[in-house]
């Protein structure tokens, strides 16, 4: 059983506040993500659960266990740092071995462990090599495969793959994704890296300023964003907000701003009835946004007209940079766009994907 609870936890550091009432259980096998910008709370959380720091309040639990006063080491937990720490002198062998010496384990045990961690992770034939003769990837692995050896209750990632290149970031990714599935264990990973974040977790735990604002499935998280700062930090290139007025005309709800109208499907109707003659935030996501001339002809969509500022061009798609009077969004089209800068261009709004929020407590209204 090794489950993870946080009972609400708090970090002081002085006046302060890193992690704030962090209250959240992490299942057994799961896949969990913290995830937010610099700063928020997500290293220190980790850090608290593998002993690295003191606890200013509340529990952790590993399992039934309280580890408030349990040293690091007999927790039952393996961390993986961002930088390897690998020791230089020492071969891959040694360094994935080294730990278990520590522990007096005997010869023949600590050979079948890192042989089998070496065989899970492909580097069996890199066991003799000193860490200068791997590449930064292949130091990856190895920092890995020391905490395989020690086959914890819980592993731990911190930002692990800050370090790699982006190639090799999304080839790492899927590794680590694979190694979960085949230890079945615990993961408890952090990253300030939503792409990351929504590829790897079962589920993400996302925070801001000490602050666990939202946990859910990578899809949940995106479709139903608690609030604005969810709803902008998940997604790339961010969701798209306009101020606008709630309005009520013939038995419909409108929302007007800035240089559009949208008349509003009938399942926001009774989310924002109470919110007539206010003005709420409107979120709508770059994907969200079609050329008009190649929007799919199901779409229940308003079409507005918007002046393009900047193409770019990704492949399979285009991130159009548009302007509606002055205020500036992000759509993703379709790459057959002829869009071009400083055109006119007619974008068609997906009227049933929209988000709206309050205003004043950035609370998603719905
Ligand atoms: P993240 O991992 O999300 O980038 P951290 O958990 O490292 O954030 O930090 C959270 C907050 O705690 C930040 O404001 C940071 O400056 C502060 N903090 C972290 N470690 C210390 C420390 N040893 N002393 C004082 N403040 C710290």
Redesign the pocket.
Known sequence: MASVTFDHVSKQ??N?T?VNDLDLQIGDREFLVFV?P????????LRMLAGLEEISAGTIYIGEQAINGVEPKDRDIAMVFQSYALYPHMTVYENMAFALKLRRMDTAQIDRRVRRAAEILSMTELLQRKPKQLSGGQRQRVAVGRAIVREPKVFLFDEPLSNLDAKLRVQTRAEITKLHRDLGTTFIY?T?DQTEAMTMGTRIAV?KD?VLQQVDTPQNLYEKPVNIFVAGFMGSPSMNFFAAKVTAAEGRLHVEGNGFQLSIPDRFKEPLTGYVGQTVTLGIRPENIHDAALAPHHLQGSTLSARVDLTELMGNEVFLYLLLNDTPFVARVDPRTRARSGNTLAVTIDLTQLHFFNQETTRAIR
Do not use: N, P, R
Request: with cysteine; proline share 0%.
């Open positions: 550091y002085g302060v890193a937010g610099s700063g928020c709370g997500k290293s220190t959380s952090v300030h925070m000490g």
